[in-house]
Nanobody, 121 residues
Framework: QVQLVESGGGLVQAGGSLRLSCVAS????????VGWFRQAPGKQRDLLAT????????YYPDSVKGRFTISRDNAMDTVYLQVDDLKPEDTAVYYC??????????????WGQGTQVTVSS
């Protein structure tokens, strides 16, 4: 079992930046990839970025390239998502997820509880 806890969300002004954290615990040696998603009210949950938990491979969907940066600190079993130049439309709950059975581009085996990001104009 893997547990994921996100933090770092909050209320920020447009144009600002945030760094979200996802701390993994439990069977972390089984984690293959970690992803960040977001879900706005009434909308689907969208993938923002994926990173290999044991390597430096990263993936960003074409729709979000440029303002999002995923990184990891294996010593701390933590994955970060840096979000720059925030816009009101970035307002959403941000989730991290992990894949353990295989190296998945869209990790979906385990989920955190989410952290709210609200961007004011």
């Amino acid at each position: 079992q893997v547990q994921l806890v996100e933090s770092g969300g909050g209320l920020v002004q447009a144009g600002g930046s945030l760094r979200l954290s996802c701390v993994a615990s439990g069977s972390t040696n089984s984690i293959q990839t970690v992803g960040w998603f977001r879900q706005a009210p009434g909308k689907q949950r969208d993938l923002l970025a994926t990173i290999g938990f044991r390597d430096s491979t990263t993936y960003y969907p074409d729709s979000v390239k440029g303002r999002f940066t995923i990184s990891r600190d294996n010593a701390m079993d933590t994955v970060y998502l840096q979000v720059d130049d925030l816009k009101p439309e970035d307002t959403a709950v941000y989730y991290c997820s992990a894949a353990t059975a295989a190296w998945k581009l869209v990790p979906n085996d385990y989920w955190g509880q989410g952290t709210q990001v609200t961007v004011s104009s």
